[in-house]
Each structure stands twice: as C-alpha cells, then as structure tokens.
C-alpha cells in the first residue's frame, strides 16, 4: 500500500471539514473557466464531479450471472457489482485502497483487525468493510471524519503493544503497520503500562519469528498466518493459544513448522512478527534492487523477484501470476538462493595427470575440449543437458553437436526414448489454474507435493473448494488433502483401465475429471505400456472431451519442457556405454557407472556437484540468476529469466561457450548474439519465443499408435527423495541442508 | 598546479594548418631536445635508448595525423606542451613515464598472439569477458 496514497487520503477529511467550517472562500477551478466545461457540467448535474478513478491494483470484475448486478456508491460514485462481493471489494473496484491487517484475498475472511472500517449510510456504527457484504443501493463512504477516527482508534490499540523496535526489526521499510501508522497513527502514545511480551517460537531454519510483535492484544486479531497455514499450506502447526493478554500464536506443542509453503507466512504477516530467518538482519528492503525472473527449481516455474545487493541475492520473494503460482512460492524457491554463493565453479579448469584440477584460462581449455572432440568418432559424442538449462543453450548444443555427426543429445530426466513427437504427451494440457475447474484428481505416480508443491497447493484450493475427489496411486506419502490411496503400482492402474476399481466410476462420473501422471514414470522400461493404460483409462473415463483435456504429466525439471520441444531425444537408448566423448551442460543427475573410463567427460556448469567428479574439463557457466534464459514450465508456458547478479570469476552464458567452443573445433554456429539464437529456435520450435503465453498442445493423444507391450508390475518409486535439495543449486544451500536435516527427520 | 601554468604559455591560434604544421615540428624537437634531461630524471638509461624515446614521440604524435582542424591541432599542442613540461618538472614518478610511455597501453600483456588472427570478434569478446 503506498503511503502517499494514504497519507494524502489522510488528508482529504479534513479538508473537507475545514471548508465546512470556515466561510468558503471564492475559488476558481480550470473546468469553471471554460464555458463548454461549465456548461457540460451543468448538463449532467446528476453524476458527482469527482476525479476518475481506477480500480486498486488493477481489479477487475467478473460478472458470473449479469441479473446478480447490484448498484452500490462508494463515495458517491455509481458502481455495478457482482452480488456476494464485500463492501471492501466494492471499495477496491472503485478505486478506494481500504487500509486493513488481517484482510487477505487468498484467505478466509477473518473480520477481527477493525482497520477496514468504513461509514455506511443508515448504519448507526461504522462497519468492517472486509466482513459485510455489499447490499443494493449501500452507500459507502470511506473517507468521512468517522471512518477516520474509527481506523485511529484501531490504530492506537495495535501500537498498544506493539514494541518500538522498527529500526532493528526486519520488516522496516516494507512493513504495512509502519505505513499505515503514518496514516492513522498518533504521534504520541496515551498507553503507559509496561507492553506485552512474549515469549519467541522455533518454527524451524526458514521462518523467524518475534512473537512480541505479534498484535494480538485484546482479541485475536491479525491471524493471517494461522489461517493461511489451515487453508492454503494444509498443515494444522500453528494456531491461536491462550486468552485474553496471554493468548499467543505458535505451534500447539514445541514442534517446527513443516510444510512446504511456510515461508509464505513471511510475505503475509503485516507487522514483522514473522521474518526470514536466513535473511536476518542482512540488508535493508531499500537498498536491494530487485529483478523479476522465474524460478527454476522445479517444472512450475514461478514468478519471482531476486532482491540483490552488488554481486550477492540477498533474496526471493514471489511474484503475482494467477495462472501458475498466484502469490505464493515454494521453501525451495524462496530459500535455495545461499547455494548461489557456495560451490561455484569460477575458473575453466583442467584435471592433470594427479587426478587433481588445475585453473587454466578459456582459451587453454576450449583448446584441449575441442582437439579431444575432433578425434572422437561423431557416433561416439555425447551431449546431455542438465535440469536447469535453458533453451537457448539447449539450442546450441544440440546445433553443435549435430554438426560434429552426432545426434546423442538429451535432457536429464527425460528417459531413454523420450515421446517428443506429440506435445500432449509431456505437458500439463489442463494448465495448473485448469485444475480449479476439476472435481475428481488420479495421480498416477507423482507426489505433487514433492514434485511441484505449487501444483499441490492449487489441487488441494480445488479440493477445498469443491470437495473433489483424489486418488492416488504410487508409493505411501502424505499429501495435505483428502485422498484415497489406491495402490502402489501398476496393478491398480490395470484395476482402473478395465472398469474393476471403485474409483473407475469416480472418474466416469465427474464432470472434469484430471489425470495427472508423474514424470518420474519417465524413467521407467515400461513407459509406454503405463502411459497407454492411462490413456484407456482417460478414454473410457472421458477424461479428454473437446473442451476439457484432463490428462497430465507433470514434470520435475525446470528444462525438461523446453528440451522435449527442441526435439533432445537420443539417437540410441545406451549411447552412454560406448561413448568416448561426453559433455555434461549442467547435467548432475546422469548415470555415469556405465561410462567407459577412456572416455573424456566435460562438465559445464555452475556448481561442483556430482558431475565434476567424473569431469576431466570444468567449463564455468553462469546460474539463472545471472544470464538470461528462457524456460518452458510444465504446463507449457514459456517464461524469460532476467540477470540480477553478475556472473562469478571468469564463467560465461552457457550458449556462449558452446558457441565459442564450436568455433575453437572449427564448426562454427551461425549465431553470435541471443536473438540470433532466438531465431534459430523459431525454426524448431516457436512456441518458445511467446514469452509468458500459454501454448496448448494442439494435436490430443488418439494420433498415438496402439502400443502392445505388457506392463512390468514392480511399484512406481518416488521421483524425488528430498523435497529441499533436487538440483545442483539446492544442494549446495546450507539452508536447504538444514532443512533436509529436521524437517524430513522421521 | 601553478608552476605548470607559469611555465605553458598559451600562444596565439594557428593561423592555418601549414602554421600548426610548423608548430607540431616545433613541438617535436623541443621534446627530443629533452630527451637527455628526463632520462637523467627518471634513470631510464636501463630500459630505453634516446632513439627509442624518439620515436615513441613520434608516434604520438602521429597518433593524430588525421586532424586537419588548425584549431584542433593548437589544443593538442597545448596538452602536448602540457605534458612535456609536467614530465620536465618531475611532477610524474618513473614508473608513470615507464607506463604510459615505454610500455604502452597494452602494459606487459603481450596479447598479440599469433593464433588469434583469424578469430571472430565473438571469440575475441568471449575471452576478454563474458558481458558483450
């Protein structure tokens, strides 16, 4: 909320009043001056002359059913809402920023703080804006002497208690008591008590917590924590202790705070009870710059903002996109960006005869890289790229190595033989805001909770919301909803497909009914025999209809999309056994048992993970909060990283050492800037270059063949074993390492 | 900075280019005429010769050969002039004079390899650093 904003509304009762009370003087207005001005004016005498307004925040007003319309004024002014909305939402569409605490879109309605208190018409006391819903022809004023002194008041008491301690609290500067404070606040206290204290709650490495600051001194009153961790995160932790001055929020017994959403409780809190904990007393909100980028831990994508300061993330904080990730983030998003800074690769290096690295410069090692490569035989080149490789570099490695003669080129994570001919056949063709439209979810083989915790948040909205029904079939885990746990493998699915299961009706009976199957099946010999079973079951079932297409996959990988357009599929399923020269771009998760030991390994990347063990050429490249990058999510949109920090030591852009290293061995790729690369890219695959479209698969699955292959009946694995650490960034976070540490402890 | 501004007197504008002509010559033998003083100043003996000092003159000064402004080239002679006394009156250190003059620009790096002759101004970028 902008403080100018306030203040200025702050400003304007008084105004008023003053001319009320004093004789008014004469004045002249521009519009008076000139005649046609007056003259319209006087032509519509009926409309109130106020300014135009926009909406807060870009509003909009959906109108579900056009006869619910209702007419209400909000100082004044006209305006046609939907009928259910509140008197606060009515304010917002107008124009009007309610000041409020405990009022959150995303939450339930809590009705406690008092903040949002507006006058209305024949309404003998102010009411709550956020709790009262808009009546026909209610006339709200927001901004009459009353409301103001009722919101003083409200202020007074939550200062009451409040400690003095902005210039050490975190929250300082960005902190919605502070601004409003300027606002309403008094600027002296009557309160000469000693104020409340209480005493601080571990809730685990990520949030800290200072519970004095907590307001909760007469009832409880901004609990937007408690309600967001019952509502959107899904765990029963935290919750509302004791009465009157001794009641307190935290955990019911001493226990940490595990969910995988927790830090969303930060970006919440309005006062600074809840801060980062490893962000603690790190910087100022003002003195960081901040970059709008997406994340790239997992397949969603999110939104994000990396706050820098100079050469460092300071930290992450979520953007706002109703359509993936709405304002919340993951603890892996929101707390990975310490591995940034540890384990990073800032020279090229060279592994001498001792088996030991030695720093050289990129000319010395693009040399030796390029002379190995020429010797291979094209069959025996291999290129695997890593899960956090962006397209752009995707691009230019499979370029490069199609021009040395080989076409062993994949992504991480994809499998031995790929499907990349049929888009349907590895995105999310129901998009993740689609999934709020379904009321019957079979998960076939992922833990959404794991895997995209995003995706999980947004199921579980749905099976609030509509009481949908979720089955899931895999190992045992925990997901925060309802659910019924079918079986463990590919027997139940097998039960399902021929109509013997009970949830088999379930999904013939729902309207818009999902199948989400998880890419971690990807891996498995079977694939095709699984992903044809789960096609019958969507056939029988109905799952795809011409306007619904309910059948999933979701990805783990923030590459994996964006590699399987750009057609990164190996020539030969065991091209690993026989390979002489192997460039890893990033690629930490591969199988290298198998690799001959003559054979040359060159890593490319930004961390020492477990790719440079094996690696006899360390090629440092920069991480996807330096370069820009575009990254396919799992449903298929496609979203640009932005550089926020600038690149360690000596490392390069991933595209630019493939591109100069093909010059060094003499294949040079036609490409010297990124929009050149860009335009390559169209040439494979323009979806790619939509930045923030949704592109949906156009052709569904019924084009596939019928594959007859018998289905291996072992359980389906869970895809990721630590939720904190899937990739050479987070396992490089000492954060994340705490994390793993106690809150996966069993 | 007062004794510079004692000793550079500002001479009246060149006329014509053959006037500034005249004066670049002028400029030129002043300069190699002092030649034996600043090596006295800095102890060059051991790193240059009178000759090479001579010609390192030179080739600053051809360095503008392509100014044909009369009014240019008497501004370039001011900050020639400039120079040449700031260096008479010890108001460098040796290794300033080493630096800026004997070494050049390209200092003790000796980039000029061979092997880069036929390189892409790509490649070229790409080793010096990763932002171009």
Known sequence: MGLGLLASRAMRPLKYSNSRVFIRSIVSKPELQSPEASSAAAATALEPDLPPRSPVGGARVHFPNPEDAIEVFVDGYPLKIPKGFTVLQACEVAGVDIPRFCYHSRLSIAGNCRMCLVEVEKSPKPVASCAMPALPGMKIKTDTPLAKKAREGVMEFLLMNHPLDCPICDQGGECDLQDQSMAFGSDRGRFTEMKRSVVDKNLGPLVKTVMTRSSVPHNFWLNRCVRFATEVAGVQDLGMLGRGSGEEIGTYVEKLMTSELSGNVIDICPVGALTSKPFAFKARNWELKGTETIDVTDAVGSNIRIDSRGPEVMRILPRLNEDINEEWISDKTR??????????????????????????????????????????????????????????????LKDFLNRMGSNNVWCEGTGAQPNADLRSGYIMNTSISGLEKADCFLLVGTQPRVEAAMVNARIRKTVRANNAKVGYIGPATDLNYDHQHLGTGPKTLLEIAEGRHPFFSAISNAKNPVIIVGAGLFERKDKDAIFSTVEAIAKKGNVIRPDWNGLNVLLLNAAQAAALDLGLVPESSNSIESAKFVYLMGADDVDLEKLPNDAFVVYQGHHGDHGVYRANVILPASAFSEKEGTYENTEGCTQQTLPAVPTVGDARDDWKIIRALSEVAGMRLPYDTIGGIRSRIRTVAPNLLHVDEREPATLGPSLKPEIKSEMDLTPFGSAVENFYMTDSITRASKTMAQCSAMLLKK | MSFTLRAVKVPPNSVNLEEARSRVFEIFKTACRSIPSIMEIYNLDDIVSKSQLRSIIASEIRKNANVTNPKVIDMLLFKGTEELNNILEHAKQRHHVIGQYVLGPQGLVQDLDPKDQGLSSFLKNFYKSNYF
């Open chain 1, 335 to 396: 707390f990975c960006y310490d591995g940034l800074k540890r384990q990073r690769l800032n020279d090229p290096m060279i592994r001498g005869v001792d088996g030991r690295f030695k720093a050289v410069n990129w000319r010395d090692a693009l040399a030796v890289v390029a002379e190995v490569m020429l010797q291979a035989k094209p069959e025996e080149i291999v290129g695997i790229a890593g899960r956090l490789s962006d397209a752009e570099s995707m691009m230019a």
